[in-house]
C-alpha cells in the first residue's frame, strides 16, 4: 500500500505497482522555490483546484516551464487546509475515469503551500501580503464560485459585509473581493507590480464582473481617502493589472465512495472522504473526467509560464467570450442545470443515470441542439456542434464520473441568469421567434417547482443550497400537489425579479408558457415526468 505522503522519488516502484504516474520532479525543491520566488496564487482550494489547475501547474514542473509551486489561498474553509492539505504535504491523487471504466491516476505535488487566508487567521493574512510584495508574482487563478464575487444583493444593493468592507481599513476586509482587494494595494504599495488577475470560475465574462467588484472595493476606499489616489489608476491600467476572461470546462464531482473503494483496493492508502464543519466534501484524491477545457484571454502584464504547453488555449477577449458563451450559455451548463432541476424532483442521485431516461435525454437534446445551437456563436477553436454531441452522447452518460444533480443544482438562482438568459437575450436581439421554445421555459418552471422542496411522488426532499433560497420558497412554500392556484399571481415576484430573469421573460412571451408549465407540474404525484413526456415527446 502507498501513501500521498511517501517518498515518490525514492519509491516510485511502489507507487507504479499501484497504477499511480509521480512527478518528475523534486516538490521540495518547488516549495522552496515559491517561498522564494513566488509566481502563481490560487484562490479556492476545492476538488476543481486540484484535479484541474494543480495538473496544469504539475505539467509545466515536469518540463522544467514552471520552477515554483502554486501557492494555494482557501478563504471559505479553513477545514480544506487543515484536514485536505496540510496532513498529506499539500498533495493529492488525480483519479481521471473515463465512460469505459478506465482508471488514470497521477500523484499530483504542484502545491507549494496551502494557506486559509482570512482575517480570522493572522499568519494566512499576514503571509499572503507578504507574497503579493514580490515582484516574481506573475498571476493569480480563482475557482471560488459564482457568489464568492457577490458584493450585491437580491435588489442590487451592496450588502452589510461589502459596506464594511469599504467603510472600514483594508486590513479588516471580510468579503472575498475585499480580501483580495487588500493584496491587490500590498502590490500597489510595493511598487506598482504588476499581475494578472485569472478568474477560472465558471460563469460568462468572468473576468468582466472580477474587475468590477475588486474596482467597487477600491473606488469606495479611495474615496473614503483610506488608499492613496494612485491606487484605482493602477487596477484600471491593464498593462499593471490585467483581469483576463476565461473559459473553464471540466466535470468534476465530489470524490466518490465508489471510487475510494476501488483505490483501496488497487493498493492506494489514503481514501477517507472529509466533510468538513463548513460542509465541504474533498479528500486526499479527486475525481473527474477526460474532457477538459481552459480557454484564457492572453493578457499578463507580468509574463506567464508557457502555460499552451500543459494544453491551456491562450487566445483574445473577444474568442474567449464566444467560447464561454458557447460552453456555459448553450452546449454544457444550460443542459447540466436542466438535468439537475428535473433530477432532484424526479428523485435521481446520478447524472449519468437521468441520461438513461428518454424524455430527459429529449430535454437536452431540445435546450442544446434546437433552442442553443440556432443563436450560439462559433468560437472556431472548438465546434459547437461538436461539442454537445461529446457532451450528450459521452460525457453526461458516463457512469464512471459519480455527479449528483443535487451538486449541480446549488446556487441555481445564480446561474439561471446567465444558462438560459444569455441565449433568450440573442432571440430577441436578433428578432428571432420564441415561440417554439419549450425547453428553456420547461426548465425555469421546473425551478420553481424546484422551489416547492416536493418530489414528483410527493415526498419532501431538502433543496441544494442557494444563497436566493430563503428569500424565493415562501412564494411557493404555501402550495400542496394537486392545489388549484393563480400561478401567474403566484409565479410573479420570482419570474420579474430582475437579479435571477434580467431578460424580461413576459416581453419574450414565455411568461405564459412558464405558469402553463408550473401548473401541469403541480396537478399531482407523477405530474412532473407527465409534463415532461408530453411536451417533449420522447
Not at 525543491?29 to 483546484?49: I, R, S, Y
Not at 493529492?92 to 480570522?120: R, W
Not at 444593493?157 to 471580510?174: C, V
Not at 437534446?365 to 465546434?383: F, H, R, S
Request: hydrophobic residues 40%.
Amino acid at each position: 500500500m502507498v501513501r500521498l505522503t511517501d517518498d515518490y522519488l525514492k519509491n516510485a516502484a511502489a507507487f507504479t505497482k499501484a497504477g499511480i504516474t509521480v512527478p518528475k520532479f523534486d516538490q521540495a525543491k518547488a516549495k522552496q522555490a515559491a517561498q522564494e520566488a513566488p509566481v502563481w496564487v490560487h484562490f479556492g482550494g476545492g476538488n476543481l483546484f486540484r484535479c484541474f489547475h494543480a495538473k496544469v501547474a504539475q505539467d509545466l514542473l515536469n518540463t522544467g516551464d514552471l520552477k515554483a509551486g502554486v501557492i494555494v489561498a482557501e478563504t471559505y474553509d479553513d477545514g480544506v487546509i487543515e484536514q485536505a492539505y496540510k496532513p498529506y504535504n499539500d498533495r493529492a491523487l488525480q483519479v481521471v475515469m473515463d465512460e469505459a471504466g478506465n482508471y488514470d491516476k497521477t500523484l499530483i505535488a504542484s502545491v507549494a503551500d496551502a494557506v486559509y487566508y482570512n482575517k480570522a487567521n493572522a499568519d494566512g493574512w499576514s503571509q499572503l501580503k507578504k507574497v503579493f510584495e514580490k515582484q516574481s508574482l506573475q498571476f493569480v487563478t480563482m475557482s471560488i464560485t459564482e457568489k464568492g464575487y457577490a458584493l450585491r444583493d437580491v435588489n442590487g444593493e451592496l450588502t452589510k459585509a461589502a459596506q464594511a468592507d469599504i467603510a472600514g481599513d483594508p486590513d479588516d476586509a471580510s468579503t472575498n473581493m475585499g480580501a483580495i482587494a487588500r493584496l491587490l494595494l500590498a502590490r500597489f504599495n510595493a511598487g506598482k507590480l504588476p499581475i494578472a488577475m485569472v478568474s477560472t470560475d465558471n460563469f460568462s465574462e468572468n473576468g468582466k464582473r472580477f474587475e468590477e467588484a475588486i474596482l467597487t472595493i477600491a473606488a469606495g476606499w479611495q474615496a473614503n481617502g483610506t488608499v492613496p489616489a494612485g491606487f484605482v489608476d493602477y487596477l484600471k491600467n491593464p498593462k499593471q493589472v490585467s483581469f483576463p476572461w476565461s473559459m473553464i470546462d471540466r466535470i468534476t464531482p465530489n470524490p466518490a465512495e465508489s471510487v475510494a473503494k476501488i483505490l483501496k483496493d488497487s493498493g492506494f492508502e489514503d481514501t477517507e472522504i472529509i466533510h468538513t464543519a463548513k460542509h465541504t466534501n474533498i479528500a486526499p484524491f479527486g475525481n473527474t473526467e477526460v474532457t477538459n477545457y481552459l480557454v484564457i484571454e492572453d493578457s499578463f502584464p507580468n509574463g506567464r509560464p508557457a502555460l499552451d504547453k500543459a494544453g491551456v488555449i491562450l487566445t483574445d477577449r473577444d474568442t474567449v467570450n464566444d467560447a464561454d458563451q458557447m460552453k456555459v450559455t448553450a452546449c454544457l451548463n444550460p443542459l447540466h442545470t436542466g438535468l439537475a432541476i428535473f433530477g432532484s424532483v424526479l428523485g435521481y442521485n446520478s447524472i449519468a443515470e437521468e441520461m438513461t431516461n428518454p424524455d430527459l435525454v429529449a430535454l437536452v437534446k431540445q435546450v442544446g441542439y434546437n433552442e442553443d445551437l440556432p443563436v450560439v456563436k462559433d468560437p472556431k477553436i472548438i465546434d459547437p456542434k461538436s461539442f454537445i454531441d461529446e457532451v450528450i452522447n459521452k460525457r453526461l452518460p458516463n457512469k464512471n464520473i459519480p455527479d449528483t444533480p443535487q451538486r449541480i443544482a446549488s446556487d441555481s438562482s445564480q446561474k439561471i441568469p446567465i444558462r438560459y438568459g444569455v441565449t433568450l437575450k440573442h432571440y430577441l436581439d436578433e428578432g428571432k421567434s420564441t415561440s417554439d421554445l419549450k425547453a428553456i421555459p420547461l426548465i425555469i418552471a421546473g425551478w420553481c417547482r424546484f422551489l416547492m422542496a416536493i418530489k414528483d411522488d410527493g415526498t419532501a426532499f431538502t433543496p441544494s443550497f442557494d444563497p436566493l433560497l430563503e428569500e424565493l420558497q415562501p412564494y411557493v412554500a404555501d402550495i400542496s400537489l394537486g392545489d388549484s392556484i393563480d400561478a401567474h399571481a403566484v409565479l410573479k415576484p420570482i419570474l420579474t425579479n430582475k437579479q435571477i430573469f434580467p431578460t424580461d421573460l413576459e416581453a419574450a412571451g414565455l411568461t405564459p408558457k412558464i405558469e402553463a408549465y408550473f401548473t401541469a407540474m403541480i396537478a399531482g404525484p407523477g405530474a412532473v415526468a407527465k409534463t415532461l413526456h408530453e411536451e417533449l415527446g420522447a
